[in-house]
């Protein structure tokens, strides 16, 4: 039993993107790992000290949190979450790499486009929002097979960003 009398053992005290303790505190004790190590030893299925942590989040979000006083002004996001990724370098998922998006609709809120996968998506000009995703050119195998899998057969490197 833990000093103290305590049937449980005590919680981490280093700072973690969900607070100032620990989020599992009967986890075993680790020294911190850097930012690096944990990716390196999440990704090869070894042990970490916490998981690691990446997530995006809109602007108008940020502005509102800085104007309620939860950040300073230019405070950095990924910093202030402690989080362990800046950015994924997102590689091009698109079934035709090149295609440039074709506007069908616009009104003063919302623009309707093609994309490179087929799908017709219409998204708000004057805020952040998922997409409302209008029809698909891929309804089935057979479109699939057809439009889908020759565009991402092989290797393109117009999907790799670096």
């Keep these: 039993m833990p000093a ?3 049937k449980h053992p005590p919680a981490h005290p280093r700072r973690t993107h969900l607070g100032t303790r ?3 505190p009967y986890s075993l004790p680790m020294q911190p790992m850097s930012k690096k190590e944990r990716w390196a030893n999440a990704l090869s299925r070894r042990p970490v000290d916490r998981l690691p942590v990446h997530e995006g989040f809109w602007a108008e979000t940020v502005k509102k949190w ?3 006083g939860h950040m300073r002004e ?3 996001v990924t910093e ?3 989080m362990d990724l800046r950015s ?3 590689l091009n998922s698109m079934v035709d790499p090149g295609f440039q998006p074709v506007t069908i ?3 003063e809120e919302t623009i309707l486009q093609l ?3 087929g799908a017709k998506l219409r998204r708000h000009k004057l805020h952040s929002a998922t997409p409302e995703h209008v029809d698909f050119r891929v309804k089935d195998r057979a479109s699939w097979e057809e439009f889908a899998k020759p565009g991402l057969s092989g290797l393109d490197r117009r999907r790799i960003p670096f």
Excluded: K, S
């Design 4 to 6: 103290g009398g305590d």
């Design 22 to 24: 620990d989020a599992f």
């Design 66 to 68: 800085t104007a309620e």
């Design 74 to 76: 230019g405070e950095d």
């Design 80 to 82: 202030h979450f402690d």
């Design 88 to 90: 994924g370098g997102w």
């Design 105 to 107: 609709e616009e009104t």
């Design 115 to 117: 994309d490179g996968n």
